[in-house]
């Protein structure tokens, strides 16, 4: 179970196009999901967390005009990648909690897709 | 205010010998502190959680921790080392009560030597 899934796992695109990333909780329902960036050799950088239903909550230093995130479901948040430029090349992963759990301990447990190669060339 | 601190960013074992991969943390509130592992161009898979319940918590794979709130500490350790064990490794910590943002650490390469 607490299965998330991403699409693409991989995509490759001209500077200045925009791409969609969707992120997908297969077995559980998601009021909050998270979305990451992650350069080569680093940790995990949060961009952002959406919220089903409201508008996405930016960290500091993310432009929100950017990277536009839609979590229209319970089920499925939308990153995408707006005008992309090759410094936007990364490795994006998101991350969903089991709205199930929610008020136990148990509901800080984030289940992570298996990430999304971004290459702007 | 939460930070997580692991003090190696590489750490190399032979096949067979233990692993430690040191992890400590700092929070104001209580915390919930994770491990996952990331293989080369893969998403994250926990390995094991402490969420307020036994101190020793055990995992997948053979791996556990111990949350030692006197140290502020959650080392994963491992009694034997498998080739499979080589990828990178990031403990996480969030304040318990959910609702929270994590915070990662660095992450550990760990490599294992035939």
């Known amino acids: 179970g607490a299965v998330v899934s991403q699409h693409p796992s991989w995509v490759i695109c001209k500077s200045g196009t925009s791409v969609k990333i969707e992120c997908r909780s297969l077995d559980f329902q998601a009021t909050t999901m998270f979305w990451y960036r992650q350069f080569p050799k680093q940790s995990l950088m949060l961009m952002a967390t959406s919220n089903e239903g409201s508008k996405a909550t930016y960290e500091q230093g993310v432009e929100k005009d950017k990277f536009l995130i839609n979590h229209a479901s319970l089920t499925l948040s939308t990153l995408t990648v707006t005008s992309a430029h090759p410094e936007d090349s990364s490795f994006y992963i998101c991350?969903?909690?089991?709205?199930?759990?929610?008020?136990?301990?148990?509901?800080?447990?984030?289940?992570f897709g298996p990430g999304t190669r971004l290459t702007v060339l | 205010a939460q930070s997580v601190t692991q003090l190696d960013s590489h750490v190399s074992v032979s096949e067979g010998t233990p692993v430690l991969l040191r992890c400590n943390y700092s929070s104001s509130y209580s915390p919930s502190l994770f491990w996952y592992v990331q293989h080369p161009n893969k998403g994250l898979q926990l390995l094991l959680k402490y969420t307020s319940a036994a101190t020793l918590v055990k995992g997948i794979n053979g791996f556990e921790a111990e949350f030692k709130k006197s140290e502020t500490s959650f080392h994963l350790t491992k009694p034997s080392a498998h080739m499979s064990d080589a990828a990178e490794y990031f403990c996480?910590?969030?304040?318990?009560?959910?609702?929270?943002?994590?915070?990662f650490g660095t992450g550990t390469k760990l490599q294992v030597i035939p």
């Open positions: 996480v910590v969030t304040p318990s009560g959910g609702y929270q943002k994590v915070t």
């Open positions: 991350s969903a909690r089991d709205r199930l759990t929610s008020g136990s301990p148990s509901y800080n447990e984030q289940f």
